[in-house]
């Protein structure tokens, strides 16, 4: 079964400063990977799905990169601001039957302070 | 255009009560998702639908859940005679197609009394 761990659990960081959020997953038979957003008492807001042939995608300061045969993602976030503080989450789509079924970490939750 | 919309946005029941939880995807979106997010943890698969036929409800935790999509676009997620360890978001998610990136509605939080 397709386990997703976030690491770390919790970020406090001072505004300006680039940061990289990690993700890990333990079957690397992988169709893509998305990255959300999560604000309180929100929904999700999807940031950047990679699909499994690729190692990197790139959105405005949003860099995700992807290594399927390590098992690990990482998130950078350059330039942090205070309106990036959110919980950020890793959902994985596993390749073959069942490619649909997201299965999620329990996120990030980050914080800029001004 | 238009997001993924769910009603009511917050429904508090009295345990033994049934809810209904209504979910309106992407105009056009085949597929469509159900999930469960308990407090602290990531959104748990529930059920997946591709127009109006439910491919897969190997998530839904009892037999007091019941989703459907009657007319491949509106789905209603029906719990019975509710359970407090019901208690959690529930989120609605459709795409273009089963593999296609997921779009999320701002969910249902269901408190059961």
């Known amino acids: 079964k397709q386990e997703v761990t976030q690491i770390p659990a919790a970020l406090s960081v001072p505004e300006g400063e680039n940061l990289v959020l990690n993700c890990s997953f333990t079957?690397?038979?992988?169709?893509?990977l998305q990255w959300f957003r999560q604000d309180p008492g929100k929904g999700l807001t999807s940031l950047l799905l990679?699909?499994?042939?690729?190692r990197e995608q790139t959105s405005g300061r949003l860099n995700a990169s992807l290594d399927k045969s390590s098992g690990r993602s990482t998130l950078y976030i350059a330039a942090s601001q205070p309106g990036d503080s959110a919980t950020y989450l890793c959902?994985?789509?596993?390749?073959?039957?069942?490619?649909?079924?997201?299965?999620f970490g329990k996120g990030t939750k980050l914080s800029v302070i001004p | 255009g238009a997001g993924v919309s769910q009603s009511p946005r917050y429904k508090v029941a009295k345990r033994g009560q049934d809810v209904a939880l209504r979910c309106d995807p992407i105009?056009?979106?085949?597929?469509l998702f159900w999930y469960q997010q308990a407090l602290g943890q990531g959104p748990e698969f529930l059920t997946y639908?591709?127009?109006?036929?439910?491919?897969?409800k190997s998530g839904l935790p009892s037999d007091r859940f019941f989703a459907e999509r009657p007319e491949g676009s509106v789905s209603t997620l029906k719990i019975q005679r509710t359970q407090q360890e019901d208690s959690a978001v529930y989120l609605c998610?459709?795409?273009?197609?089963?593999?296609?990136?997921?779009?999320f509605g701002p969910g249902t939080r269901l408190t059961v009394t």
């Open positions: 998610a459709s795409s273009l197609e089963a593999t296609y990136e997921q779009y």
């Open positions: 079957d690397s038979a992988i169709y893509n």
């Open positions: 990679i699909q499994s042939s690729q």
């Open positions: 959902a994985v789509n596993p390749s073959g039957a069942g490619s649909y079924q997201l299965t």
């Open positions: 105009s056009g979106h085949v597929s």
């Open positions: 639908f591709q127009n109006e036929a439910q491919l897969d």
